[in-house]
């Protein structure tokens, strides 16, 4: 299987974090039951030239990637090295065509979830909708049956329970960054909070 490793950009934990080692659950509103594979979809639409769907089996289809890389949640807890299997988003997308305006886009999941993303760290090449982690299926609490992971940007960007990518000619802030988080994230930038 194709694998790619995400590199950070500075120490491995980043500043102001503590490693943990069981993989914590935060959740708005989490969905009182498991989501079934079958029916499931991913919608990718907004600025694209052709709006697109992709169902578990098509995911599965489209061969999966293997992708290393740790987890950083604003609220100072991080997870050290895992390996999860899904598809690159820059493949999805790119099944879209973005029209040349398109340049942010907002990532969904169950409930009433959004987080903003530009479209270049949408489409970076360790941005992927997982459904294994360690050669397990990602568990419902953690976003399951596919989860977006989006390593280089603080874990609240890697909505859980996926449902679709929304690409957009310009920004639209998303569930915590209407209230005061950071638009984009960066964990080495310490990027926890927006100012003002
Ligand atoms: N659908 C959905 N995705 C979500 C959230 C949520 O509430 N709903 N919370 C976000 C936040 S703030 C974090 S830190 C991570 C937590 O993921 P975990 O519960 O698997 O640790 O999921 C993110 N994705
Ligand atoms: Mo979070």
Known sequence: ????RFVPPGPPVPPGQIVVEDWPRLDIDPPVDS??????????????????????????????????????????????????????????V????PIPQACHS????????????????????????VWKRNGKEIPHRNGGPFRFIIPHLYLWKSAKWATG????????MGFWEQRG????GDPWKEERFSVG
């Open 35 to 92: 989501v079934p594979l079958e029916g499931w979809r991913l919608r990718v639409w907004g600025a694209v030239e052709k709006e697109v769907s992709f169902s578990a089996e098509d995911l599965f289809e489209m061969g999966a990637q293997e992708m290393e890389a740790d987890i950083h949640c604003v609220t100072t807890w991080s997870v050290m090295g895992s390996l999860w299997e899904g598809i690159p988003l820059e493949r999805l």
């Open 165 to 172: 990518i929304e690409i957009l000619p310009q920004e639209k």
């Open 106 to 129: 907002l990532c969904h999941g169950l409930r009433r979830y959004d987080t903003n993303l530009l479209l270049e760290d949408l489409v970076a090449p360790t941005s992927f909708l």
């Open 1 to 4: 299987m194709n694998r790619v």
């Open 94 to 97: 790119a099944e879209a065509s």
């Open 181 to 184: 988080y950071h638009h984009r």
